[in-house]
């Protein structure tokens, strides 16, 4: 994607994106559609010929599906700063070292533009729909406020405007449990395996804010994981545990197996620096300047992103814009296992 001059100041000289791409663009380039991943998500969004696993959002996008890639040429990329093939910390800078300590801050509206150069690439003139969820959601609408001549139609899921004093502050927790762990050599950790204890504490914070306790309590209680007694963390060289630890404790290793520390702290304060109307008026100004349709959905048990502040989104765009509910008791996660509840009524607003 060339150079970029970063929004705060930073320079990267050659940035790549890596991208999967389903079905065939029109000779006008405007039947396409932008899925963007959340935090530790990537480009694979459902399977397709060279790799057939299934995606994050297999029952949304494919033949016949809500987003029907008989018709619509579909294209996910993993944001700048991820770790799945897209420039990041871990990437080597021009000297062949990894950019760790190096790699500028970057914002959702840096990640947009290099996401603007790859629809260039590509040949696309105009996105029938952007569509996402969390932080994905967050770059939907960047990209809607920025390129409202190339977006006609917005879906934000379990997202927000800009990122709240309580989301900020839960990020807060995860970057410092990251930096702080000595591993972390102030950035310049590769080749690894780096801050392994930070990373799985960050995740086991965030993972606890993506279910809902109704969830946590109805799973897991109060009981022991097998035979270990839990009392055993306290008192004794036991390492008893409770079995909702057993989860994180695997939930923590699941992440750290698969994702750069330095990306997982690149793209949590992109997320936290997120506000739609920064530099243009606020917030309100910003979304009034979108002509495009929109989309938008909450989970109802979700304590992260709370259905409230998608409500106040859906007001604040143009136009009569309802809150789609998505019914799950699992909490902000919900957009990534129940979102078929809501892919028709997502179809029919975008028009796709
Ligand atoms: C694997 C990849 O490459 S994912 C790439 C794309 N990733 C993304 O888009 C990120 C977003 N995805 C996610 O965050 C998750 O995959 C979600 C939210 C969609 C689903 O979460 P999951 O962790 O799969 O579901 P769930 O909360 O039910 O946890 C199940 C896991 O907990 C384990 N588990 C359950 N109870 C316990 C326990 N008491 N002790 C230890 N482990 C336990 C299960 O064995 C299972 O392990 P597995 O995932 O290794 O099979
Ligand atoms: N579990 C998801 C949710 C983030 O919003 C992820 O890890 O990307």
């Not at 920025?146 to 502050?169: D, F, K, N």
């Not at 109805?218 to 004794?236: D, H, K, L």
């Not at 917030?283 to 979700?302: I, K, N, T």
Request: charged content about 20%; some cysteine.
């Amino acid at each position: 994607m060339g150079e970029l001059h970063t929004e705060t100041g930073g320079h990267l000289p050659d940035v790549r994106l890596a991208y999967e791409t389903w079905g065939t663009l029109d000779a006008d380039g405007a039947n396409a559609v932008l899925v963007l991943h959340a935090l530790t998500g990537d480009a694979h969004v459902a399977s397709h010929r060279a790799d057939p696993s299934a995606g994050w959002w297999e029952e949304l996008v494919g033949p016949g599906r809500a987003v029907d890639t008989d018709r619509w040429f579909v294209v996910a990329p993993n944001m700048l700063g991820g770790c799945d093939g897209s420039t990041g910390p871990s990437s080597p800078a021009p000297d062949g070292a990894p950019w760790g300590s190096r790699f500028p801050f970057v914002t959702l509206r840096d990640a947009v533009e290099t996401e603007r150069r790859l629809a260039e690439h590509l040949g696309v003139t105009a996105w029938q729909a952007v569509i996402g969820g969390s932080m994905g959601g967050a770059r939907a609408l960047e990209w809607a406020v920025t390129h409202p001549e190339m977006v006609r139609g917005v879906a934000v899921l379990a997202s927000t405007a800009c990122s709240s004093a309580e989301q900020i502050a839960w990020a807060q927790a995860q970057t410092q449990a990251v930096r702080l762990d000595p591993d972390w050599a102030g950035g310049d950790y590769h080749p690894g395996p780096g801050p392994v204890v930070g990373l799985g504490i960050a995740r086991r914070i965030a993972h606890t804010t993506y279910r809902s306790a109704a969830e946590l309590e109805g799973r897991f209680g109060r009981a022991a994981q097998g035979a270990e007694n839990p009392f055993g963390t306290v008192a004794g060289p036991r390492a008893g545990r409770y079995q909702v630890e057993s989860y994180l404790d695997h939930q923590a290793a699941k992440l750290v197996d698969r994702f750069d520390a330095g990306s997982y702290v690149t793209l949590t304060e992109a997320l936290m620096s997120h506000d739609v109307g920064r530099g243009r008026g606020g917030v309100e100004a910003a979304l009034a300047g979108y002509p495009g349709r929109a989309f938008v959905a909450a989970v109802d048990s979700d304590r992260l992103y709370f259905p409230a502040e998608s409500e106040r989104l859906a007001r604040l765009l143009p136009g009569e814009v309802p809150v789609h509910t998505i019914a799950s008791p699992i909490g902000h996660d919900g957009f990534l296992t129940e979102y078929a509840q809501v892919a028709e009524e997502l179809k029919a607003a975008l028009e796709l």
